[in-house]
Structures are given as C-alpha cells and as structure tokens.
C-alpha cells in the first residue's frame, strides 16, 4: 500500500485566502485523524473521525476551521479565511479501527503551511 | 485533560551508546503509551507501544519501561547508530472510544559516528 497520501506537500498562502488540505488515508482503513504540529503546541489532534463520521472536533482550534469525509477514501481539511498564525505542518493520519486501545495510527507526510 | 511532558529535549550519543528518554503524564486513567520517530519531512511513525498492564516491552534495540505509580515512561535505545537519528515522541491515550493521543514535546536524537 502506498501509505497515507496528503497533497499537497507544501502551501504558500497569503493572509485572507481560503486554504484546503487533502488527504487519502489507507485502503481498509475505517479512522481518520488530522492533526497540527507547531513549534510552539507541538503536535496536537484537531479532529477524529470513524466511518466518515466526525466524532471528536474538540481541536479544531476556530470556526475558520472545517473538514470533511464525503466516502472512505478521502478528507479535507478546510481553512477559511487563512491567517499567519495558522501556519504549522498539518498530517493526516489513518488507522483500522477494531477497539482496542492499540489501533496504530499510520501518518502520512504532512503539508506544510505557510501563511504570509 | 492529560498532559504529558517529555525530557530532554535534545540528546547528542556516540554511535554505539545508550539513550534514553523519559516522559511523565498527570491522568492515571490513560492506558496505552506509544514511541512515534519523525525522521525530517515525515510524519511520525510508530516504533514501539506499551500497555498500562506492562511493566517493560523489547524489541530489538530498543525497550519501552513504564511505572504506573509514578505515572512515567522511558524509551531506551541501545548500540545506538547514526540512522537512529529523529525526533522521538512519546504519547499517552486512554480508552475514551478511540485512541485519543495526546503527545509529548518532542526529543531530537542526534547520533554521532
């Protein structure tokens, strides 16, 4: 399998702009989590969700915030309007959900935002 | 909520020594503590977990100790090798319906040759 795939890599934005982040999680897999890391916050999750179902957004830091998983294969997250303060590296991570506490978690290689 | 706190935060070995990282978290209700390594421009990728009912867990080079009482747990990489170098994160969940991690700040591993 070809792992998480998160596009694109890196964004350039200006202050204002709406910003979407995408993201293909594994085949099979039935969780789906975006998370932010900063140098400041370090690594920390803004949404969690099953079976293309939101369960947790208690991260999502704003409303400027939104993601969505219209089918199995494919999430988005949505930042509108952009400020630089959003700038940060946002990964996308997958995992096959059975309920047990030991569910791994496969991170794809992040997008790297930046917000003048 | 939990939080967790990791040290130190960067640790230069020779090729060859030990390391070690330690973490601590503040909710006994957590259950499962999971080693993630970030090598530069990737994202975290599991090495090795442990369970609240696990005192210590090897694979290969590399353990994973925890003691519930003090709330703590500790990474420990032997015969370390220049490829071992990353960031190292530890985390803590507990069982809220999903696997909830809450991360530590990070440990940048830098092996010498």
């Known amino acids: 399998d070809a792992g998480v795939i998160q596009s694109p890599r890196h964004e350039v934005t200006e202050m204002g702009q709406e910003v979407t982040l995408r993201c293909k999680p594994i085949s099979g897999h039935n969780s789906l989590f975006w998370y932010r890391q900063t140098m400041m916050r370090g690594l920390e999750l803004l949404i969690y969700f099953n079976n293309n179902v939101p369960i947790d957004d208690s991260g999502m830091p704003e409303d400027r915030f939104s993601a969505k998983m219209p089918n199995a294969s494919f999430s988005t997250l949505k930042i509108q309007p952009s400020e630089p303060r959003d700038s940060a590296v946002y990964f996308c991570?997958?995992?096959?959900?059975?309920?047990?506490?030991?569910?791994?978690?496969?991170f794809g290689p992040g997008t790297r935002l930046t917000v003048l | 909520g939990e939080n967790v706190e990791q040290h130190p935060s960067t640790l230069s070995v020779q090729e060859g020594d030990s390391a070690v990282i330690k973490c601590t978290y503040s909710d006994s209700a957590s259950n499962y503590f999971p080693w993630y390594k970030q090598e530069l421009g990737k994202g975290p990728q599991l090495i090795i977990d442990i369970r609240s009912n696990v005192g210590e867990k090897k694979d290969q080079r590399i353990a994973v100790t925890l003691n519930k009482t003090a709330k703590h747990f500790s990474l420990h990489i032997t015969e370390t090798q220049p490829e071992d170098s990353a960031v190292y994160f530890c985390a803590a969940s507990m069982n809220t319906g999903f696997q909830k991690l809450v991360f530590g700040t990070g440990t940048r591993l830098l092996v010498s040759p």
């Open positions: 991570a997958s995992s096959f959900r059975t309920g047990a506490i030991t569910d791994t978690q496969y």
